[in-house]
T-cell receptor, first 116, second 114 residues
Framework: EAQVTQNPRYLITVTGKKLTVTCSQNMNHEYMSWYRQDPGLGLRQIYYSMNVEVTDKGDVPEGYKVSRKEKRNFPLILESPSPNQTSLYFC???????????????FGEGSRLTVL | KQEVTQIPAALSVPEGENLVLNCSFTDSAIYNLQWFRQDPGKGLTSLLLIQSSQREQTSGRLNASLDKSSGRSTLYIAASQPGDSATYLCAVGFFSYNTDKLIFGTGTRLQVFP
């Protein structure tokens, strides 16, 4: 089954404790992206990746890191989480980036993060 | 600034009604527009994708139209059912000088009651 898998789905942590949210897709997609969703603000892009070893900042990259060492995986790293990073996080992928005529964007189920 | 707006923010209708959800955007230089459905606590599911060269797309009871010149898209849902209750989001792929942008609206929360 074609899917985007995120882990963990739910996480409560404390300020400053490093954490990683994993994202994996099994569709051989080139483009992957991370979003956060907050009430009243909608989905905002954190980072995206056009292909292996190619990543770039989205609209709200502060406090986050990413890496793309393999095509299927795109982990999101919070080096020192703060309460304002409490949010619902989504990973998404598509076959190609926008500029190359990307098609359908597939989303993971989301990871709800609470930072105390 | 490129923005995407969805009106209304919430909608409650009786089962069987035909309804229209609206999405407006500020810049006509777009790659495409995509409509999604989001159920509570779940991820987004793609409903329809309209490329900039297209005027509409249809899937079952759903029909999405695109008018780039006026910066508008509508999602038409025919014969609504309680199972259609969800939040509907539109996302617009904009041209940008150094990086392409996919910007989401804040959604329309739809409730269809029996």
């Amino acid at each position: 089954e074609a899917q985007v898998t995120q882990n963990p789905r739910y996480l409560i942590t404390v300020t400053g404790k490093k954490l990683t949210v994993t994202c994996s897709q099994n569709m051989n997609h080139e483009y992957m992206s991370w979003y956060r969703q907050d009430p009243g603000l909608g989905l905002r892009q954190i980072y995206y990746s056009m292909n292996v070893e190619v990543t770039d900042k989205g609209d709200v990259p502060e406090g986050y890191k990413v890496s793309r060492k393999e095509k299927r995986n795109f982990p999101l790293i919070l080096e020192s989480p703060s309460p304002n990073q409490t949010s619902l996080y989504f990973c998404a992928s598509s076959l190609l980036p926008l500029r190359q005529g990307y098609g359908e964007l597939f989303f993971g189920e989301g990871s709800r993060l609470t930072v105390l | 600034k490129q923005e995407v707006t969805q009106i209304p923010a919430a909608l409650s209708v009786p089962e069987g009604e035909n309804l229209v959800l609206n999405c407006s955007f500020t810049d006509s230089a777009i790659y495409n527009l995509q409509w999604f459905r989001q159920d509570p606590g779940k991820g987004l599911t793609s409903l329809l994708l309209i490329q900039s060269s297209q005027r509409e797309q249809t899937s079952g009871r759903l029909n999405a139209s695109l008018d780039k010149s006026s910066g508008r898209s509508t999602l038409y849902i025919a014969a609504s059912q309680p199972g259609d209750s969800a939040t509907y989001l539109c996302a617009v792929g904009f041209f940008s000088y150094n990086t392409d942008k996919l910007i989401f609206g804040t959604g329309t929360r739809l409730q269809v009651f029996p």
